[in-house]
């Protein structure tokens, strides 16, 4: 994969979309091969250079160290205090994973929060990663994080064998799309058991349009 290999992929997208009414996304699919995914699923956390060209959403279960910092930088602020009255609000809690993009937690209080939320969290693919920086210590430079997760996009295959993330909005640049397709593909192409070898076929397309292959 490589920049003028992404940029025709992009040009023969755009030519293979239909007449759009709205902001298109590009998505990017990377089908594998030789790798049994249910027992040995793939999840990848990808920081690309560019966002998604779409706004995120971010809720911060955090202690008191952290709190006006998440009020300020976060959608959602839940306290440490406050995980009592989310217990064993099921319902709730899904909702509540369903609502925000990213989740992050304050190391100090992840055990306690993952009393609360872990279960419904972890069975949604919610759960803050630790791997992907969202397991922060309490003097956290919360800014810099939601930045950083404006660029991130995760990328799971646990039962089928297709990775999908979007990569950019037709308002972006080609280049921009292009420089995130080739971190997607790259950094991905790294967790796999057998790297290139694991891939069977690059994809992308519009919204609107048909996948043309990379």
Not at 110 to 124: D, Q, R, S
Request: net charge positive.
């Amino acid at each position: 994969m490589n920049h003028k290999k992404a940029l025709a992929a992009i040009k023969a997208a755009k030519e293979a979309r239909k007449e759009r009414k709205f902001s298109e996304s590009y998505d990017l699919v990377i089908n594998l091969k030789n790798l049994n995914v249910k027992s040995n699923p793939v999840k990848v956390a990808v920081v690309m250079p560019h966002t998604t060209g779409r706004s995120i959403k971010v809720c911060a279960f955090v202690g008191q160290e952290l709190a006006e910092q998440s009020k300020k930088f976060c959608d959602k602020t839940i306290t440490d205090f406050e995980f009592a009255s989310w217990k064993g609000k099921i319902k709730e809690i899904k909702k509540l994973a369903e609502e925000y993009d990213f989740f992050i937690a304050q190391a100090t209080v992840m055990a306690k929060m993952a009393g609360t939320f872990g279960k419904t969290l972890g069975m949604k693919g919610k759960m803050p990663n630790p791997k992907a920086g969202q397991v922060v210590p309490p003097n956290a430079n919360l800014q810099q994080l939601v930045e950083r997760l404006g660029k991130t996009v995760s990328v799971v295959a646990r039962k089928a064998t297709n990775l999908q993330c979007i990569v950019g909005k037709d308002s972006m640049s080609d280049d921009e799309v292009a420089e995130n397709i080739e971190t997607v593909y790259k950094t991905v192409v790294k967790a796999l058991p057998n790297e290139e070898q694991n891939v069977k076929k690059v994809l992308l397309k519009l919204t609107m349009g048909k996948p043309v292959i990379l």
